[in-house]
């Protein structure tokens, strides 16, 4: 039987999509556009907010000039502080929707799902875009087959019962988000994705994977190193089911 949350049923809940930046010039206008089209089409009350960690390419300059004067549009520029996951918490934390959806802005993650996975609400706590799932996927069949295979592991490893570990697109209540210790979360980079799952699927969050198919990035580069994130997430696991067994995280 599906139960429904007894959280107001979107989209009469005021929704924020973060959006974290980080040379994302040629991408983040025509981004908020397609959101802009999609959830306005279905009569979404939303907010965009943009972090963005003073990009030297004047990511935020083509923004304000852009949005400069639409009120739905909110532009934070960091300048003490660098890196994904302390960009979403800023943004989760500058931000005053109900709900919260978090993706990429280079067109890995596809507005058109925005909708989707905040109308999933209705019956969970956490709406996962997931590439794992039937009719998800990956337009690089070579880091697809790569995340596949670790995310095995990673289920393995914590019981999660996710496919998509490492998703990053994904939609949630923000009290339950605010509920949690955010410093033993939302550090590194996609990693942090993990420490949500595990935490949230402890308390007993009720959580959906529905498909979503990541395109290549569109323009600008990227900036995840192979080997490089493969030791900073292998070693975020370990550390993780290492505080795990001694019950330092809750
Ligand atoms: N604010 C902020 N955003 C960041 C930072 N690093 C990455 N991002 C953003 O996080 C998202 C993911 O980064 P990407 O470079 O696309 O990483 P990826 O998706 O693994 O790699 P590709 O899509 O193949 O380029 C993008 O929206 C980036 O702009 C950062 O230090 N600060
Ligand atoms: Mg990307």
């Given at each position: 039987?599906?139960?429904?949350?007894?959280?107001h049923p979107?989209p009469?809940a005021?929704?924020?999509i973060?959006?974290p930046?980080?040379?994302?010039?040629?991408?983040?206008?025509?981004?908020?556009?397609?959101?802009h089209?999609?959830?306005g089409?279905?009569?979404f009350d939303?907010e965009?907010?943009v972090?963005?960690?003073n990009?030297?390419?004047?990511t935020?300059?083509?923004?304000r000039?852009?949005?400069?004067?639409?009120?739905?549009?909110?532009?934070?520029?960091?300048?003490q502080?660098?890196?994904?996951?302390?960009?979403?918490?800023?943004?989760?934390?500058?931000s005053?929707?109900?709900?919260?959806v978090?993706?990429?802005?280079?067109?890995n993650?596809?507005?058109?799902?925005i909708?989707?996975?905040?109308?999933?609400?209705?019956?969970?706590?956490?709406?996962?875009g997931?590439r794992f799932?039937?009719?998800?996927g990956m337009?690089?069949?070579?880091r697809?087959?790569?995340?596949?295979?670790?995310?095995?592991?990673?289920?393995?490893?914590?019981?999660?019962?996710?496919?998509?570990?490492?998703?990053?697109?994904?939609?949630?209540?923000?009290?339950?988000?605010?509920e949690?210790?955010?410093?033993?979360?939302?550090?590194?980079?996609g990693d942090?994705?993990?420490?949500l799952?595990?935490?949230?699927?402890?308390?007993g969050?009720r959580?959906?994977?529905?498909?979503v198919f990541?395109?290549?990035?569109?323009?600008g580069?990227?900036?995840?190193?192979?080997?490089?994130?493969?030791?900073?997430?292998?070693?975020?696991?370990l550390?993780?089911?290492l505080?795990?067994?001694?019950?330092?995280?809750?």
């Open positions: 039987m599906i139960r429904h949350n007894n959280h979107p009469t005021k929704t924020s973060i959006l930046t980080y040379k994302e010039r040629d991408n983040i206008v025509e981004l908020v556009q397609a959101i089209q999609h959830l089409a279905e009569g939303y965009v907010v972090v963005d960690d990009s030297p390419d004047g935020a300059e083509v923004v000039a852009a949005f400069g004067d639409c009120s739905q549009v909110k532009l934070h520029v960091r300048t502080e660098r890196g994904l996951a302390s960009a979403l918490r800023y943004g989760a934390e500058h005053d929707g109900e709900v919260l978090f993706m990429d802005t280079d067109f993650h596809d507005p058109a799902m909708p989707q996975l905040v109308k999933f609400l209705e019956y969970y706590d956490v709406v996962i997931s799932v039937m009719r998800g337009e690089d069949p070579a697809y087959f790569f995340s596949f295979v670790y995310n095995l592991g990673l289920r393995f490893l914590f019981g999660t019962r996710v496919w998509d570990n490492l998703s990053g697109f994904f939609a949630i209540y923000r009290d339950k988000l605010l949690l210790d955010l410093d033993q979360i939302f550090y590194g980079y942090y994705f993990i420490r799952l595990v935490v949230g699927w402890r308390r969050w959580m959906v994977e529905v498909p990541y395109r290549l990035r569109m323009h580069h990227s900036k995840t190193q192979f080997l490089g994130i493969f030791g900073q997430y292998t070693t975020a696991i550390k993780l089911r505080k795990l067994w001694m019950g330092r995280m809750r």
